[in-house]
């Protein structure tokens, strides 16, 4: 579908963005000039397939000019981070047509994306492939590179797997936000390895052959990228080591929770977690076995669930799954959050930070750059240096003997750095912007 870009607009007249938008080059007032005065430069000798121009009349914006824009998932099962940002997204271009390997959201993560449906791959048909779909790992170069975006002037890939690795043609502008290279075949392969119980014997020799084949296809296919788009400082630097490529930086949206009432604050901690190794839930677990008269809440589930009942802290409490509405309540209640993965961004402590519950966090990854440490002169948490269960029990006595100096109103103002309408402004700002240098160079 046609997409409108506001391309009257300077770029300067926006707020100061919280992020760096590096590697842009301030090149765009010459097209922006010609787009007004109605001379719109041809990508590649004509557009794209677009409306007839009485369909675009009665709305279209001064300066504005009709494109068509796809966005590319890597797959829709389940609503987590990704799918919040591909929401935000999908909002920027309300007329864009979504692309994934598969779509089998439910109805009600399906009205977040304004009820569309995703155009699939072959694995879409693939009998259980709503169960199983991930074992096909090795054919997702193969369904990636079947999915036909070539009617369309902008591509924007929305990737932490094989999304970037769709296939475009030179005179489309191929814009990929990445919220990580894939893991399983760069920083985090053993791991995934032991999680999946393959790091020994014959299937291991053979999955590792799928994960080496699948590397070497991630790092070929990046040129296929116009511009990365990443969604923090470290994983900017991942981008770097991985495909020797910049990266502009735009933090991901983080919308605040809207509660009825104000919560009073309990004694109890909180985290709210998959459950899985990376997560090192298991750490919390036995830190709190260290401070036997604090309680910790743990919310969320996965396959460390056992492992962590199984360590028998008598005062941490599994509660699995809960509504959205059940967990702010307890973030908003809770005396603080704590979170010891090293995450490519981590919005659950900005979610709570939202809510202005204070975060006693590892300080490596994402949550460097989103949470205020007892250095800065309105702190919103505690940092700790070592991924191990004594410095999460120090940074814990720690945050208590500084919580004076942590207000609930210093971790909202710290989240509102990452609103959705933030997020909004800054990408359809450098999208324009990069829109622009592709046509000059066409």
Request: glycine share 6%.
């Amino acid at each position: 579908m046609a997409q409108i870009i506001k391309s009257s607009r300077p770029l300067e007249s926006y707020p100061p963005a919280s992020c760096r938008l590096r590697t842009i080059e301030d090149s765009s007032n010459e097209f922006r000039a010609t787009v007004s005065a109605g001379k719109m430069p041809p990508i590649g000798g004509k557009m794209s397939a677009s409306p007839p121009p009485s369909a675009l009349d009665d709305n279209r914006p001064p300066g504005a000019i009709a494109l068509r824009v796809a966005v590319v998932h890597d797959w829709l099962d389940t609503w987590r981070g990704g799918e919040s940002v591909l929401a935000e997204i999908c909002r920027v271009y309300p007329d864009a047509d979504l692309f994934a390997l598969v779509d089998f959201l439910s109805d009600a993560d399906r009205e977040k994306l304004q009820g569309r449906r995703a155009a699939t791959s072959f694995l879409q048909r693939v009998p259980f492939a709503r169960s199983y779909f991930r074992l096909m790992l090795p054919l997702f170069p193969r369904a990636i590179e079947s999915l036909d975006v070539s009617a369309y002037d902008i591509v924007i890939s929305s990737s932490h797997a094989v999304a970037k690795g769709v296939r475009t043609r030179p005179e489309q502008l191929h814009i990929c936000y990445c919220y990580t290279p894939m893991r399983y075949a760069w920083d985090l392969r053993e791991q995934y390895l032991r999680q999946v119980g393959l790091e020994r014997g014959l299937r291991g020799w053979l999955v590792r052959r799928v994960l080496a084949r699948l590397r070497t296809w991630d790092r070929a296919t990046n040129v296929r990228v116009d511009h990365f788009v990443a969604i923090s400082d470290y994983i900017a630097q991942r981008i770097r080591r991985a495909y020797a490529r910049s990266a502009s930086v735009i933090y991901p949206p983080v919308s605040p929770a809207n509660m009825d009432a104000a919560i009073a604050r309990s004694a109890t901690y909180v985290t709210v977690s998959q459950l899985v190794p990376y997560k090192r839930v298991d750490l919390i677990a036995e830190a709190f076995a260290m401070l036997p008269d604090r309680e910790l809440v743990v919310i969320g589930d996965g396959p460390e669930r056992g492992r962590i009942e199984a360590l028998g802290v008598p005062h941490v409490r599994l509660l699995g799954t809960v509504s959205d509405l059940e967990r702010d309540r307890w973030l908003a209640a809770a005396r603080a959050f704590v979170f010891a993965a090293e995450e490519d961004f981590g919005i659950a402590p900005l979610e709570a930070q939202a809510l202005g519950t204070p975060v006693v966090a590892f300080g490596r990854g994402g949550t460097a750059e989103t949470i205020r440490g007892l250095d800065n002169a309105a702190p919103t948490g505690v940092l700790f240096d070592d991924q191990t269960a004594t410095a999460i029990a120090a940074a814990i006595r720690s945050f208590e003997a500084n919580a004076a100096r942590i207000t609930a109103e210093a971790c909202r103002e710290n989240a509102r750095r990452f609103a959705p309408e933030r997020f909004r402004r800054e990408f359809r700002a450098l999208v324009e912007t990069r829109w622009a240098q592709h046509n000059l160079r066409s």
